[in-house]
């Protein structure tokens, strides 16, 4: 499956911002979809992921109470709403999916990353 992440910006911090991550294929509703996120020199930091059917998501403790994941499986499209930005959340998002769903699973497709700014 073919993914498109798309949404990024600047926005001052305490800020809102929506990522939408866009499938390409039918199958996309078969797989379970992530948010991960890297900032220069650092490893990648997983962020939320949210079940093929939408109806379980997790997220990282950094971030629990301020994103929230969704998606439409009619559209093809996972959404990483994000609210009370800080500056730590700057970061290249990137969204990836699995057919596998849990912990440290593989993540076999990668969308592009968008860049998100939090302005202090």
């Known amino acids: 499956v073919q993914l498109q992440a798309s949404g990024g910006g600047l926005v001052q911090a305490g800020g809102s911002l929506r990522l939408s991550c866009t499938g390409t294929?039918?199958?996309?509703?078969?797989?379970?979809v992530a948010w991960f996120r890297q900032t220069p020199g650092k490893e990648r930091e997983f962020v939320a992921r949210?079940?093929?059917?939408?109806?379980?998501?997790y997220y990282a403790h950094s971030v629990r109470g301020r994103f929230t994941i969704s998606r439409n499986n009619a559209e093809k499209t996972v959404t990483l709403h994000m609210k009370s930005l800080r500056p730590e959340d700057t970061a290249v998002y990137y969204c990836?999916?699995?057919?596998?769903?849990?912990?440290?699973?593989?993540?076999?497709?990668w969308g592009q990353g968008t860049q998100v700014t939090v302005s202090s």
């Open positions: 949210i079940s093929s059917s939408g109806a379980t998501d």
């Open positions: 294929e039918q199958t996309f509703s078969n797989y379970h």
């Open positions: 990836a999916a699995s057919r596998n769903w849990g912990y440290n699973v593989l993540y076999n497709y």
